[in-house]
């Protein structure tokens, strides 16, 4: 029995077709698994735009005491610092009046990571909309990722200063900020949490 060259062929592509698919869809979803997830937290307030600009731009008033340097001006650094847990620089990349504010982080330090650095390069973006009456800030660390070891940690206390003390700040007034001397109630919740000792 004699078996055409065209029959080979056709049967190759039947055959290698539908197994060439297969190997795309798989690639596809083992691909989509591994795609990074930046840190997202999400607020409503009932205060205007122009209210929840200026609270982020006065970050000693929510995230913490301890902080050196200009803070609400575009171009300008300042220094965060809490205990020997975490140091760094951040630098004001962009400010849109009741629209958005942008940080890029200059220099990192963590004491409880291998790799120090981990935020270097990353930025903390918020921005700000309306919807259904009120304003709706969106904080987004942009390049913190759970691939970090210190993912867990940041996406805790950054949960907690936007969520509570960023919250409070915009809508009383009164933030719940790491005080200039100790340690406050977010970071000491934080630090028990993930055992980083005191």
Same mark, same amino acid.
């Given at each position: ?29 083992? &691909?989509?698994?591994?795609?990074? $997830?930046?840190?997202?937290?999400? /607020? =409503? !307030? ?69 790799? &120090?650095?981990?935020?270097?390069? $990353?930025?903390?973006?918020?921005? /700000? =909309? !309306? ?68």
């Amino acid at each position: 029995m004699k078996i055409s060259s065209s029959f080979i062929i056709t049967l190759f592509l039947l055959l290698a077709v539908p197994l060439c698919h297969a190997q795309q869809k798989k690639y596809k979803s083992s &691909k989509n698994l591994n795609m990074k $997830t930046d840190f997202t937290t999400t /607020i =409503s !307030v009932e205060q205007t735009p122009q209210q929840v600009y200026d609270a982020i731009n006065n970050v000693r008033g929510w995230w913490s005491q301890d902080i050196e340097g200009t803070t609400n001006k575009l171009n300008s650094a300042f220094d965060y610092h809490f205990k020997n847990l975490h140091l760094c620089k951040i630098r004001v990349i962009e400010m849109v009046p009741c629209k958005k504010v942008a940080w890029q982080v200059e220099e990192n330090y963590f004491s409880f990571t291998k790799d &120090k650095t981990e935020w270097v390069g $990353t930025q903390m973006i918020f921005e /700000i =909309s !309306v919807n259904a009456d009120k304003a709706k800030l969106t904080f987004t660390h942009k390049g913190l990722v759970p691939e970090y070891e210190c993912y867990n940690v940041c996406h805790d206390a950054w949960t907690d200063f936007i969520q509570k003390s960023l919250y409070q700040f915009i809508t009383t007034g009164q933030g719940n900020p790491n005080p200039k001397d100790g340690i406050g109630t977010i970071n000491s919740e934080n630090i028990s949490r993930h055992d980083l000792g005191k």
